[in-house]
T-cell receptor, first 113, second 116 residues
Framework: AQTVTQSQPEMSVQEAETVTLSCTYDTSESDYYLFWYKQPPSRQMILVIRQEAYKQQNATENRFSVNFQKAAKSFSLKISDSQLGDAAMYFCAYRRSQGNLIFGKGTKLSVKP | GAVVSQHPSRVICKSGTSVKIECRSLDFQATTMFWYRQFPKQSLMLMATSNEGSKATYEQGVEKDKFLINHASLTLSTLTVTSAHPEDSSFYIC????????????FGPGTRLLVL
């Protein structure tokens, strides 16, 4: 069975600085998708970034980028130029072959002005 | 962009009653929808996978007779919590996978259920 581990329950970053959220996973599959979702206080799940395992190039979406290390089964999220609106819970997720997502326990990110 | 709605957004009910939650994909068809549950300060846990025109697949530990799922059309899945008890109080979130696009799913805004 696949598992997703986020070892940082809480993180804090100064506005305009950079922060990295960690995520590791375990799977025996060779092709899969990984995601980072943001959940603000409204609790609406918002897709931040997606990585396809067969692609070696790390995904990037504006200020958000990932460091995908397939052999190490690591999938960290880097947020550059942090903004107050980035404060939220961040969940790392693995897409199972059945289609559903397995989520990590989340990291609560605070952004200090 | 693709939009998924849930209704109601919040519901309070008495213990022993049943509650129905709707999940609709507004601008796309979804052969598959997923129902998750999120307890306070915890992560999302999959309850069941809903497939249009067939029986839902439940995760281990989820009572299928208590959490009834119906996916009667390509845009609507419903979750009915039967004989609700206070321990069923939670945040229920659905997601919809566009037909033919397996790597993407869109989340609804969630439904907060409080059972008194």
């Amino acid at each position: 069975a696949q598992t997703v581990t986020q070892s940082q329950p809480e993180m804090s970053v100064q506005e305009a600085e950079t922060v990295t959220l960690s995520c590791t996973y375990d799977t025996s599959e060779s092709d899969y998708y990984l995601f980072w979702y943001k959940q603000p206080p409204s609790r609406q799940m918002i897709l931040v970034i997606r990585q396809e395992a067969y692609k070696q190039q790390n995904a990037t979406e504006n200020r958000f980028s990932v460091n995908f290390q397939k052999a190490a089964k690591s999938f960290s999220l880097k947020i550059s130029d942090s903004q107050l609106g980035d404060a939220a819970m961040y969940f790392c997720a693995y897409r199972r072959s059945q289609g559903n997502l397995i989520f990590g326990k989340g990291t609560k990110l605070s952004v200090k002005p | 962009g693709a939009v998924v709605s849930q209704h109601p957004s919040r519901v309070i009910c008495k213990s022993g009653t049943s509650v129905k939650i709707e999940c609709r994909s507004l601008d796309f068809q979804a052969t598959t929808m997923f129902w998750y549950r999120q307890f306070p300060k915890q992560s999302l846990m999959l309850m069941a996978t809903s497939n249009e025109g067939s029986k839902a697949t439940y995760e281990q530990g989820v009572e299928k007779d208590k959490f009834l799922i119906n996916h009667a059309s390509l845009t609507l899945s419903t979750l009915t919590v039967t004989s609700a008890h206070p321990e069923d109080s939670s945040f229920y979130i659905c997601s919809a996978q566009p037909s033919g696009i397996q790597e993407t799913q869109y989340f609804g805004p969630g439904t907060r259920l409080l059972v008194l």
